[in-house]
């Protein structure tokens, strides 16, 4: 198998997400060493380290995760 270099990373598949999903519902978001090697265990997964893991979780998948814009407060609480 060839490890995944930056310039040949591969998108986050749907399959994947779900995965890692179930494996943090298992497990918390606190043992990436323990979910990463699960997570590898299928071979469609190769490639993901658990820095990757907890990375994607807790910028893209996490359910608390916030996406909406910024108000107004926040932006002047920010500079200020």
């Given at each position: 198998?060839?490890?995944?270099?930056?310039?040949?990373?591969?998108?986050?598949?749907k399959?994947?997400?779900?995965?890692?999903?179930s494996?943090?519902?298992?497990?918390?978001?606190?043992?990436?060493?323990?979910?990463?090697?699960q997570?590898?265990?299928?071979?469609?997964?190769?490639g993901?380290?658990?820095?990757?893991?907890?990375d994607?979780?807790?910028?893209?998948?996490?359910?608390?995760?916030?996406?909406?814009?910024?108000?107004?407060?926040?932006?002047?609480?920010?500079?200020?």
């Open positions: 198998y060839r490890r995944l270099t930056y310039e040949t990373r591969a998108t986050w598949t399959e994947e997400d779900q995965r890692l999903l494996l943090v519902e298992q497990h918390g978001d606190d043992a990436w060493k323990t979910i990463a090697p997570f590898e265990g299928n071979a469609i997964y190769v993901r380290s658990h820095k990757q893991l907890k994607h979780y807790l910028n893209y998948l996490k359910p608390d995760l916030l996406r909406s814009e910024w108000t107004i407060e926040e932006t002047c609480s920010w500079s200020d």
